[in-house]
């Protein structure tokens, strides 16, 4: 099975018949339709985020509320801090297991997985000023990244600069992830290791500019 | 039997802490360098429905509530007992007050 990601206008969209998420205790289930749901903002949220950069699957706190997960209250909660070159994000562990199915119409994917739900997000341009770097390869990921990652096919297709009117970082060679939106009411790219070919990028002022390889180039 | 064949497992509300360190002898950090609980309170026990790497603990709370589905209307907790930096980059920050 095979889910093609495709460039639409400024961001690349998930296509596929849709995608499924269930709570498995509480049986609370929501489903997209790709790209249709997701491009009419249902769900609030834009994309739907197969993470692999960070070995776990992160959901935005919100999307977990309609799958009837509740944030644990504070004294009840331990609160996890990822780090990694997009930037840096604030989770909570998942209190249930969350079952999703990937469809194309024809064939289903399905896993069942604990993932973290996301609180608040810094990406790393703007509040850490400098890109944060991931120190070493990280071994650990095999089991998730053939689930993670299968649904996308590789597409080389994009380069991508980030510029900053205040300071200049020194061009870097970075693989591109494409990570878009989180249902918190901003958008970001999240630049991450897993492609397989890295991309130079420039840090010279806050625009995002993502060029096609083979075309025009588009600001987001 | 081991820990993981174990479950879910009930134990006394006051032996949760001694259990989880047992948990991080029996599964060791090479083999688990990420280590999760999750337990359900019920009065003054603990019933621990999973452990283990965090794929694995979804299987498992899954094949509990099969078992006993009545399960299912009691909320869970988590815990992680282990995270590796090098996988996650991953900080925990506790107490969340």
């Known amino acids: ?220 | 039997m081991t820990l993981l064949e174990e479950l879910p497992k009930e134990i006394e509300e006051n032996q949760f802490h001694s259990f989880l360190e047992k948990i991080k002898v029996e599964l060791p950090v090479d083999e688990y360098p990420e280590l999760f609980v999750h337990y359900q309170k019920i009065g003054q026990r603990v019933l621990v429905l999973a452990m283990g790497k965090s794929n694995q603990c979804a299987e498992q709370m899954v094949k509990a509530f099969e078992k006993n589905p009545a399960l299912k209307t009691q909320k869970s907790n988590s815990l992680m007992l282990r995270a590796p930096k090098t996988k996650f980059l991953l900080r925990r920050i506790f107490p969340c007050q």
């Not at chain 1, 998420?21 to 289930?29: C, I, Q, V, Y």
């Not at chain 1, 120190?135 to 990244?145: A, H, K, L, N």
Request: charged share 25%.
């Open chain 1, 1 to 220: 099975m095979s889910v093609t990601l495709a460039m639409d206008e400024n961001y690349p969209d998930i296509c596929s018949d849709s995608i499924t998420f269930l709570n498995t205790r509480t049986e609370d289930k929501v489903s997209l339709r790709m790209p249709k749901d997701v491009e009419n903002g249902v769900y609030e949220i834009r994309s739907v985020t197969m993470d692999t950069g960070a070995s776990a699957t992160i959901i935005p706190e919100k999307f977990g509320e309609r799958l009837g997960i509740e944030k644990p209250a504070a004294g009840q909660r331990e609160d996890y801090v990822f780090s990694g070159v997009g930037g840096t994000s604030l989770c909570f562990y998942s209190p249930d297991a969350v079952a999703i199915f990937v469809s194309d119409g024809t064939e289903q994917l399905e896993k069942i997985i604990m993932p973290f739900f996301l609180i608040s997000y810094a990406p790393s341009i703007t509040a850490e000023k400098q890109l944060l770097a991931q120190s070493e390869y990280q071994p650990y990921t095999e089991e998730i990244i053939p689930f993670i990652s299968p649904p996308f096919e590789y597409r080389d297709d994009y380069t991508v600069e980030i510029h900053s009117p205040i300071e200049k970082f020194i061009p870097t060679n970075r693989r591109l992830k494409l990570n878009v939106d989180v249902g918190k009411g901003m958008d970001y790219i999240l630049i991450g290791r897993d492609w397989q070919e890295e991309f130079e990028l420039t840090f010279t002022a806050e625009t995002i500019i993502i060029k096609k390889k083979t075309g025009g180039e588009q600001k987001c």
